[in-house]
Each structure stands twice: as structure tokens, then as C-alpha cells.
């Protein structure tokens, strides 16, 4: 089998691994969680329907029914009566706070109510996020070469000089990211999410992919939402690619720095030649054959058209 497909063959079982890994912590979360969580409402209920058969209130009674009733919607469980038959623990729930955890970014809505929900977090989020960050890493190396050198490759060939060319290509590619991945998803969250304005939907998505997470917008969190399992999944994707695509941004803009010597006047770990030919060799799927003795042809520096690559650019 040739390199490059072994290495698409394993990239593919790395992200279908992670969607099955997904799907493992929703379901050990589901489990978990919606007992507590059922029981959390059976709670609440009975303390609302106590609180309405008192005849006269004091202001100790509505203290302790208050502070019962905020600590309960912090969990996701809501008193009033348009809120309280939706579970925040079901399948597509559960693999979207799965998700958020081991992308870290934690909106923090809903939050394990179970001693053993808090501990699974743990255990689930220590081998989640690294096995989320080498997946992220992965994808980000494989578009490396369409999205990156072989653009910089082309304003260079197209009479561009390297420094130039690197600067309309990070500039071009920003242009890209801040369109598809900011603008465009907070016109689809406007429209979908009634509460949210454009400027919150634009504002949601950057603290989302910046893995911030506030938690004071949540997607899907609607009463009534329509079409709430597909919505989840739907942004489940769209966190992924999009974080992706930050990572690729920040990845690019490191190289460009190189390029123009801003690493070494502010004394920054440099993008040397040998981790540069990292991006167009995947972590996965690396050819086992032992590499060739060097001979002086291979030492001699290569022309800065006759590849697409930032080991090409003249960084002086």
C-alpha cells in the first residue's frame, strides 16, 4: 500500500476512533447523569408544589426556595413547566458535553450533578483532550500542503517574493477563516437560536473556537428547540473544523513569523527546516523504510520556485 493512502487510511481510523470515543463517553454519561438528573427534577417539583400550598410566605421560605431553585438550573433543571420535560442527558446531549470537554471548551451547561459523573470527567477528559489535540494535529498536517504551501509555492511563482508572498497568503487565509468560520456560522446561529442577535452569534463563535467557553450561550438550550439531536451535531462538526482551522491559522502565522525573523528578534522557538518537513510528513502513516544517506547533492539549498514549501523561503 502506498504511504500516502496508509497515512489517509490511518488519519480515518483516527477520527472515526474519536467519534466512537464520543459516542462511549455520552453513553457512560447518559447513564450516569439522567438518574441524578430525574431525580434532581422530582426534587424541584415537590419543592415548588410545597411552596404554592403555603398560604403565607416568609422571607426565610422564599430565600431557601430560591436558592434551591438556581442551584437546580445551574444543573439544567428549570421549575417552570415549559422547561421541565426536556432532559439534558440524552444520547445527543450527553455526546455534546462529551465533546465539549475533551475540546475544552466547557461551556459548563449542563455540569455532572453525580460524585461519579464528576470522576468519569476526569478519567474521560485526561485521555480525551491529548488523543483531541494529536487528531487536531493530524487533520491541521494533512491540509498543510493544499491550504498552505502550495498557495505560498504559487505567489511565488506567480512573481511574488517570499516574505511578500508569505504576508497576501496569511492575509488571504484569515480572510478565509474569519468568513467561513466566524461570519457565516453566526448567520446561521442568529437565525437559529431566536434570542441570540449577530453580533452574539458572532461573539459565540469566537469565544467557542478560542476554547474560552463563558457558557452564557449555549446552543440548543431553548425550550422547545426543533430538530435538537441534529442541531447538537451539527455544531459538535462545526466546533471541530472550526478548531481546526484555528490551529491551522495559528500554525501558519508561526511560519510567517519565522520567515520574517519576528521569532529570532523576540527570542521565539524558530520553525527550523527539520520540523517544517514535518507539515508534508503526517504524524501518521510514515513510510518504515529507513531514510538514504545524505550525499552533497542533497545538502545544497533548493531553488525558491521549484517547490511549494516553506523550506524554500530565504529567511534572510
Known amino acids: 500500500m502506498p504511504s500516502a493512502s496508509k497515512s489517509w487510511l490511518l488519519l480515518c481510523g483516527f477520527v472515526l476512533f474519536y467519534i466512537i470515543y464520543l459516542l462511549f463517553g455520552a453513553l457512560v454519561f447518559s447513564s450516569i447523569e439522567r438518574p441524578a438528573e430525574d431525580e434532581l427534577r422530582r426534587d424541584t417539583q ?18 431557601l426556595f430560591l436558592s434551591r431553585v438556581l442551584a437546580a438550573n445551574k444543573h439544567g433543571v428549570s421549575v417552570l413547566r415549559n422547561s421541565s420535560g426536556r432532559s439534558n442527558w440524552d444520547l445527543a446531549s450527553s455526546m455534546f458535553f462529551a465533546n465539549t470537554l475533551v475540546t475544552t471548551v466547557g461551556y459548563g451547561h449542563p455540569t455532572p450533578l ?3 459523573g464528576k470522576a468519569f470527567s476526569i478519567v474521560y477528559a485526561l485521555l480525551g483532550v491529548p488523543f483531541t489535540m494529536l487528531v487536531l494535529t493530524a487533520c491541521v498536517q494533512r491540509i498543510m500542503q493544499p491550504l498552505v504551501l502550495a498557495p505560498v509555492g504559487l505567489l511565488q511563482r506567480s512573481g511574488l517574493k517570499p516574505r511578500p508572498a508569505t504576508v497576501v497568503h496569511f492575509l488571504l487565509l484569515l480572510a478565509a477563516v474569519v468568513l467561513c468560520c466566524l461570519l457565516a456560522p453566526a448567520a446561521v446561529f442568529s437565525a437559529l437560536e431566536a434570542s441570540w442577535t449577530f453580533l452574539d452569534s458572532v461573539y459565540f463563535c469566537f469565544i467557542s473556537l478560542c476554547t474560552i467557553g463563558l457558557g452564557d450561550f449555549v ?8 430538530y435538537r439531536a441534529l442541531y447538537q451535531v451539527a455544531v459538535m462538526v462545526y466546533l471541530f473544523i472550526g478548531l481546526m482551522m484555528m490551529y491551522l491559522l495559528l500554525r501558519t502565522f508561526h511560519k510567517m ?14 520553525c527550523e527546516a527539520s520540523l517544517l518537513a514535518d507539515d508534508t510528513e503526517p504524524i501518521v502513516g510514515n513510510d518504515p523504510t529507513p531514510p538514504r544517506p545524505k ?17 524554500s523561503i530565504n529567511k534572510g
Open 219 to 226: 446552543p440548543a438550550a431553548r425550550p422547545g428547540q426543533p
Open 114 to 116: 453525580s460524585d461519579a
Open 295 to 311: 550525499d552533497k547533492a542533497a545538502t545544497k539549498p533548493l531553488d525558491p520556485g521549484s517547490q511549494p514549501s516553506y523550506n
Open 46 to 63: 415537590r419543592l415548588k408544589e410545597a411552596f404554592l400550598n403555603q398560604s403565607c410566605v416568609s422571607a426565610a421560605t422564599l430565600e
Open 257 to 270: 513569523a519565522d520567515v520574517h525573523g519576528l521569532t529570532t528578534f523576540f527570542q521565539l522557538p524558530r
